[in-house]
């Protein structure tokens, strides 16, 4: 297993910025290169600690899916090899935890789809009865599937600021009402059919978050990542109960060890313990192996 990598240190490319996890590079005037770091986020926060080997485990899942649900929308990748656009000795940087993709035009939303009920979406219904002002059915309880998954989009936040959910009016208003169907439309397709194929791996996603980016021509794209444990809230379907807050293979881990601090959600955040690095790596590999096959 090789070295951590907290932050990339690519000089042949140049920087075009850094996001919570991924270092992004330009690769010529069309193309970007994107290194998926073992960074961690919590609560919007970097936290100090890498998860060991979480870059290339992130990388594959979203390889896995990108593969997987092209025939719904085109994706991001290039399948140029990452390791061929940089540096001889930067190429231990890149490898296994990048991607060169095509240089898109970001839409200003996460296209979030939640599935069951739980997180936020929890809150808001016990409050409301609704989810992102959208109606459901009394008498719901924590962790139940929803009658059918319902979009519910986000503003997409500076780094170390905290994501805010928006009605459907919102995203027609940011993107136009075409599109905004669109996006809706294919977000759920996109969730149904990963769902569908994650049971069967016995892994229930419970919710997740897509971005979409449009080429010269307005053609939508899927980008970013895709169904990892980063965006995802994957839990095992042979534990998981109504009623009950199910355990989980992503990151949602580490915030229930951080519930159990005295920390205000501000940066800087809290070293972690290296049971809980080694855990956290852990549940990481076992979503890979279980969704893909691949051991990590």
């Keep these: 297993m090789s070295a951590p990598l907290f932050e990339s240190s690519i000089k042949s490319l140049p920087l075009i910025g850094k996001g919570k996890v991924r270092d992004i590079y330009a690769v010529g005037d069309d193309k970007l290169l994107v290194i998926t770091t073992d960074r961690l986020s919590a609560f919007d926060v970097i936290l100090p600690d890498p998860i060991p080997e979480k870059g290339r485990v992130l990388t594959a899942v979203a390889e896995f899916w990108f593969g997987k649900l092209s025939h719904v929308v085109p994706n991001q990748l290039t399948g140029i090899d990452p390791e061929s656009v940089v540096a001889e000795h930067e190429r ?11 240089r898109l035009k970001p839409l ?15 809150k808001d219904y016990q409050t409301t009865g609704t989810v992102c002002g959208i109606p459901l059915p009394a008498g719901l309880q924590l962790a139940q599937k929803l009658p059918e998954p319902i979009f519910t989009p986000a503003t997409k936040a500076e780094v170390g600021a905290h994501d805010e959910n928006i009605d459907f009016a919102t995203v027609e208003n940011l993107v136009g009402a075409e599109l905004a169907a669109k996006v809706r439309e294919v977000s759920l397709r996109l969730y149904r059919e990963a769902a569908a ?23 939508l794209y899927l980008i970013d990542e895709v169904l990892t444990p980063d965006s995802s809230r994957f839990w095992p379907a042979d534990s998981y109960q109504v009623g009950v807050s199910p355990h989980s293979f992503d990151k949602q ?5 951080l519930e159990t601090l005295d920390w205000n959600k501000q940066a800087p955040g809290p070293s972690l313990p290296a049971d809980i690095i080694e855990k956290t790596a852990a549940k990481y590999r076992e979503a890979l192996l279980r969704l893909t096959g691949i051991a990590g």
């Design 92 to 102: 231990d940087q890149v490898r296994g935890r990048s991607m060169v993709v095509k």
């Design 108 to 122: 200003p939303i996460e296209a979030v789809v939640r599935g069951y009920l739980i997180g936020s979406g929890w």
């Design 197 to 219: 194929h994650a049971r069967i791996k016995g892994i229930v996603i419970a919710d997740t978050k897509f971005e979409f980016g449009l080429d010269d021509t307005g053609r």
């Design 253 to 257: 881990f580490v915030r229930d060890y």
